[in-house]
């Protein structure tokens, strides 16, 4: 059994900050990337960043580059994302994800994802 659990989601005001948080369990060794996406209503879903599972190379997406920071700590099998300056169009569903390949990058939008979680919503009202 592989899982992953997010957690932290809640409601802010634009401007402001939130973390969320995904937890890992299972065969953690065997992943390579770890990622964020996000979905909202009506729009498909969007690779926010991506992080090699030694945390020393990350991406972003454009949208969010230079608000958000993608971070793990291995010990504790957690990945993070510190969202800042959240807009309103920030607003959806955050999911976890990882890879149990690696094809030369963790860009979110260039690497196939294997492990999904169940998504915590992030609102940010205007």
């Known amino acids: 059994q592989v899982q992953l659990v997010e957690s932290g989601g809640g409601s802010v005001e634009a401007g402001g900050s939130l973390s969320i948080s995904c937890a890992a369990s299972?065969?953690?060794?065997?992943?390579?990337?770890m990622g964020w996406f996000r979905q909202a209503p009506g729009k498909e879903r969007e690779g926010v960043a991506g992080?090699?599972?030694?945390?020393?190379?990350?991406y972003y997406s454009d949208s969010v580059k230079g608000r958000f920071t993608i971070s793990i700590d291995n010990a504790k099998n957690t990945l993070y994302l510190q969202m800042n300056s959240l807009k309103p169009e920030d607003t959806a569903i955050y999911y976890c994800?990882?890879?149990?390949?690696?094809?030369?990058?963790?860009?979110?939008?260039?690497?196939?994802?294997?492990?999904w979680g169940q998504g915590t919503q992030v609102t940010v009202s205007s």
């Open positions: 994800a990882a890879s149990g390949s690696y094809g030369g990058s963790c860009s979110p939008t260039r690497t196939k994802f294997d492990y």
């Open positions: 299972g065969y953690t060794y065997a992943y390579y990337c």
């Open positions: 992080l090699n599972i030694r945390g020393s190379r990350a």
